[in-house]
């Protein structure tokens, strides 16, 4: 079992930045695959990065890739993903999720454990 509290959401101007921390519980944190996703008034979830037990693979969607950083501290059972360059269209609620992988998955499905989520709000 693994339980995901994300945090670090909130409203910020059009250009500006944000860091979103995921804080995961469980001893062996560094055997999942974790994910971002997220979600806007009336969308389905999309995915939005993913990273590897290592860190040693990233994935990003192609809407936030150059923009967004995801990382990882398998010491801190952390997850983070930091937003830089913030647009009207990135407002969402964003969910951190974990699935036990060496690899990586963009798929909602493929995830098990999800957090409660965090709101972002970007002002146009």
């Known amino acids: 079992q693994v339980l995901l509290v994300e945090t670090g959401g909130g409203l910020v101007q059009a250009g500006g930045s944000l860091r979103l921390s995921c804080a995961a519980s469980?001893?062996?944190?560094?055997?999942?695959?974790m994910g971002w996703f997220r979600q806007a008034p009336g969308k389905e979830r999309e995915f939005v990065a993913t990273?590897?037990?290592?860190?040693?693979?990233?994935k990003y969607a192609g809407s936030v890739k150059g923009r967004f950083t995801i990382s990882r501290d398998n010491a801190k059972n952390m997850v983070y993903l930091q937003m830089n360059s913030l647009k009207s269209e990135d407002t969402a609620v964003y969910y951190c999720?974990?699935?036990?992988?060496?690899?990586?998955?963009?798929?909602?499905?493929?995830?098990?454990?999800w957090g409660q989520g965090t709101q972002v709000t970007v002002s146009s």
């Open positions: 469980g001893r062996t944190f560094s055997s999942y695959a």
């Open positions: 990273i590897n037990w290592n860190s040693g693979i990233r």
């Open positions: 999720a974990a699935v036990e992988s060496s690899g990586i998955r963009s798929q909602s499905y493929e995830y098990n454990y």
